[in-house]
């Protein structure tokens, strides 16, 4: 009875945050009419202010570059900071999704260029404690507020815009205030809001300028659990007596993400260097919850296109975050990626400590690399021999091993100068792909990569792309934007620093929002986050590849 009670609780109050948030809605339109028809806008008074707008970067400069001073530093004591900050840490300090970086079409990035773009991206992550809302009434609530208070905010910007006093472009529920609102909030609410956004974000590139600048800064943020919250999940994994196990713990993270965030340690038994991930408690169990609220929350402000099918991005977010947040199988998959590859070259995945590992709790060899952001700054052959081996594992994973690491975030490489070995981590989001659909996406990029319109056409209906009833328009469009992903497959090298990929894809996105008759296969959400991430990788290492000649070496095994 009481589980019962306390389920129709939450329908009530989930279907009450709806009725609201669809209300606010309606009087966000109904002021916007009032004020654009009436003499109000005129007979209103006002003084317009000029206020210094600060940067993105500016807004979002941590906690660490306040204590340098506010004065600033040169850029090289920056740098030199940065790379300690790095060394020290032995993780990822910077979260920042490669999948919402656009590329430059236009013109190559000179190196100084991206020694910027880096160091920006590193000093915008910011580490903040805060608590994590564990139940699903908690989160609730949460949500709640947050619809209330962006219902409000658009309200009083919708207001401002129509009698002058703000210049903000672009839809006044994505103004800069209800940005922050929910930058805010979903970073800490972590969990399914993040995973959703990520998934969002990567879908076609076709989110506009401000959702994805939201989506990045909430990625960019990392708030981390207090160590009282920490202590209470580490108590019920490892047992009261968990700090016995180690010769010591530093209790601040070395990284903080949507599932979990991750600290260094030292086994008490070898004196083995640990990463210790620890999941934020009540993220898997809020996960139906949490998408739940976010359905609503996204349709009621309908910021994003109908043709991005949010309904099965919501199944497909669903469940890779039921996978990400049991360690248990992603234990399994780092032990999987440890076996494929412990003979290999190029690359390195840290051994699994099976007996400090449980559901919520996942420790693991600390590698000793640096972050693989840093290559930006390497020389062209390394930066190229890099490229080249990470997209040949992208291409080894989907056809040789058919299991994938889907999560491309510069977070998950680092690269290690001693061994010169690219070192993997983070294998949560790790997923199989059947044989046939294996064998006809190989179809396709093989297709694509002999520029045949026929082998693509064919193809795409049988893995779930076409129905066979699209328009004319559409199936253009498809076709184009496939061939285009296989023009660096098609010619001896590659130059991905001149890449116009992304720019010919995003002209194709409106077309195939409009008049798509089907939502993507569910695997390709995954794989094509991985795959586009790969590319833009390489476009920021701005590597030039013989992709050709990796592509014939991978048919050749097959």
């Known amino acids: 009875m009481a589980s019962k009670r306390i389920t129709d609780t939450y329908g009530v109050a989930n279907a009450c945050a709806n009725v609201l948030s669809t209300f606010l809605k309606i009087q966000v339109k109904n002021t916007d009419v009032l004020l654009k028809t009436s003499n109000l806008r005129w007979s209103i008074k006002y003084k317009l202010r000029k206020e210094t707008m600060e940067t993105t970067e500016t807004t979002e ?301 996942l420790t693991s060899e600390k590698l000793m690399g640096e972050p693989l952001i840093n290559a930006v700054n390497y020389n062209q052959e390394l930066r190229n021999r890099i490229g080249k081996n990470i997209l040949q594992l992208c291409l080894r994973e989907l056809f040789e091993f058919k299991f994938m690491q889907t999560d491309p975030n510069w977070s998950n490489f680092f690269y290690n100068k001693t061994t010169n070995k690219i070192e993997l981590v983070d294998f949560g989001a790790s997923r199989s792909f059947d044989d046939q659909f294996v064998n006809y996406y190989f179809q396709i990029l093989k297709s694509a990569a002999e520029q045949n319109v026929e082998g693509c056409a064919i193809y795409s209906k049988k893995i779930g792309y076409l129905t066979g009833y699209e328009s004319e328009m559409m199936h253009n469009a498809h076709i184009d934007s496939i061939l285009t992903l296989g023009i660096p497959f098609s010619v001896p090298v590659y130059d991905f620093s001149k890449q116009t990929i992304t720019s010919k894809i995003r002209d194709l996105i409106p077309t195939m929002l409009k008049y798509r008759l089907t939502p993507p296969p569910d695997e390709t959400y995954s794989l094509h986050r991985k795959l586009s991430g790969a590319f833009l990788l390489c476009a920021k290492l701005r590597a030039k590849i013989r992709c050709r000649d990796i592509f014939e070496d991978i048919v050749g095994k097959l």
Request: proline content about 3%.
């Open 61 to 361: 400069t941590t906690e660490t570059t306040e204590t340098n001073g506010k004065d600033g530093l040169s850029n090289e004591s920056l740098k030199n900071q940065l790379k300690q900050t790095a060394s020290k840490t032995n993780t990822t300090n910077i979260n920042t999704n490669i999948n919402n970086i656009n590329v430059n079409s236009e013109a190559a990035e000179t190196v100084e260029a991206v020694d910027k773009v880096s160091m920006s991206h590193a000093l915008k992550k910011e580490l903040k404690e805060s608590r994590m809302p564990t139940t699903r009434i908690s989160r609730l609530f949460h949500y709640g507020g947050l619809a209330v208070s962006l219902g409000i905010g658009t309200v009083g910007e919708t207001v401002r815009r129509a009698t002058g006093i703000s210049n903000e472009k672009g839809s006044s529920v994505m103004s800069e205030a209800n940005i922050d609102r929910l930058v805010n909030k979903l970073s800490r609410m972590r969990g399914a809001a993040l995973k959703l956004g990520q998934m969002l974000s990567i879908q076609d590139n076709a989110l506009t300028s401000q959702i994805e600048n939201l989506l990045l800064r909430v990625q960019n943020r990392a708030d981390y659990m207090p160590n009282s919250q920490m202590e209470r999940v580490l108590i019920h994994e490892l047992g009261p007596n968990w700090k016995n196990n180690f010769l010591n713990f530093d209790p601040i993270p070395m990284a903080a993400a949507s599932i979990g965030q991750v600290h260094s340690a030292q086994l008490a038994s070898s004196g083995m260097p640990v990463a210790i991930k620890i999941q934020y408690p009540g993220v898997a169990t809020s996960i139906n919850s949490d998408l739940n609220n976010l359905k609503i929350l996204v349709k009621v402000s309908n910021l994003f296109p109908k043709g991005l099918y949010l309904d099965n991005t919501i199944k497909v977010a669903r469940k890779e975050l039921i996978w990400e947040t049991d360690y248990i199988r992603e234990a399994e998959c780092m032990k999987k990626f440890y076996d494929l590859l412990k003979d290999d070259d190029d690359f390195v995945v840290p051994q699994v400590i099976k007996e400090y590992s449980t559901k919520m709790i």
